[in-house]
């Protein structure tokens, strides 16, 4: 059974970092693209980035492109997204999507 499950959300001040994880199982992690979103409160799904299978090929928002980076480790069939210098407008629930099964979520909350 396919799973994909999410981790490393919390509460985070102003300036801060994360690193988001984002765990596969049940399938052929590297033969399937990803993506990473952010949910924010009372606004829709956005999509924050995308990864193809091999990793060689990215696509970022440009609204966060400087500050989140998406990379993977398919032996550990794994997904991350390092978010730095967060703002209190990332706060959300974040999703990780590969190929097209999705993980619940990780909220991250970004508060002084």
């Known amino acids: 059974q396919a799973q994909v499950v999410e981790s490393g959300g919390g509460l985070v001040q102003p300036g801060g970092s994360l690193r988001l994880s984002c765990v596969a199982s049940?399938?052929?992690?590297?033969?399937?693209?990803l993506g990473w979103y952010r949910q924010a409160p009372g606004k829709e799904r956005e999509l924050l980035a995308t990864?193809?299978?091999?990793?060689?090929?990215?696509y970022t928002s440009n609204s966060v492109r400087e500050r989140f980076t998406v990379s993977r480790d398919n032996p550990k069939s794994t997904t991350y997204l390092q978010i730095k210098d967060l703002k209190p407008e990332d706060t959300g629930v974040y999703y990780c999507?590969?190929?097209?099964?999705w993980g619940q979520g990780t909220q991250v909350t970004v508060s002084s």
């Open positions: 049940g399938f052929t992690f590297d033969t399937l693209g």
């Open positions: 999507r590969i190929g097209l099964a």
């Open positions: 990864m193809d299978r091999s990793g060689g090929d990215t």
